[in-house]
C-alpha cells in the first residue's frame, strides 16, 4: 500500500519560510521521480517542483530561485524547502510520486502566507 504523508505547513508573514516534508511507503523510494504540486482556491493543482532519482531538479517559474526541492532516500522522504514567501504561494502544498499507469497523491498540508 503506497502512502505519502506531508507535514510542516502553516501560517508565515511574507518573507518568510517554510520546510514541507512528503514521508512516503510503499515505493522503492530511491528509483522515483518526486513531485510537489500545489492547488490554490478556485484554482487548477500546478506543478511547482521535480527531482528525479539522481538528484536533478526542475521548478516552476513562479518559485525558481526560492524554493528547493531535495529527498533522503534513506529516509524514504523528500522536502520542500519554501523561502521568501509570497502571499500568491498560499495553497495546498501536495506530493506526488507516479509509477505508471499510477500516481499517488498525499492529503496535502496547507501553506498560508500573510501580508
Known amino acids: 500500500q503506497v502512502q505519502l504523508v506531508e507535514s510542516g505547513g502553516g501560517l508565515v508573514q511574507a518573507g518568510g519560510s517554510l520546510r514541507l516534508s512528503c514521508a512516503t511507503s510503499g515505493i522503492i523510494f530511491s528509483i522515483n521521480a518526486m513531485n510537489w504540486y500545489r492547488q490554490a482556491p478556485g484554482k487548477q493543482r500546478d506543478l511547482v517542483a521535480t527531482i528525479t532519482s539522481g538528484g536533478n531538479t526542475n521548478y516552476a517559474d513562479s518559485v525558481k530561485g526560492r524554493f528547493t526541492i531535495s529527498r533522503d532516500n534513506a529516509k524514504n522522504t523528500v522536502y520542500l524547502q519554501m523561502n521568501s514567501l509570497k502571499p500568491e504561494d498560499t495553497a495546498v502544498y501536495y506530493c506526488?510520486?507516479?509509477?505508471?499507469?499510477?500516481?499517488?497523491w498525499g492529503q496535502g498540508t496547507q501553506v498560508t502566507v500573510s501580508s
Open positions: 506526488c510520486v507516479r509509477t505508471v499507469p499510477y500516481a499517488y
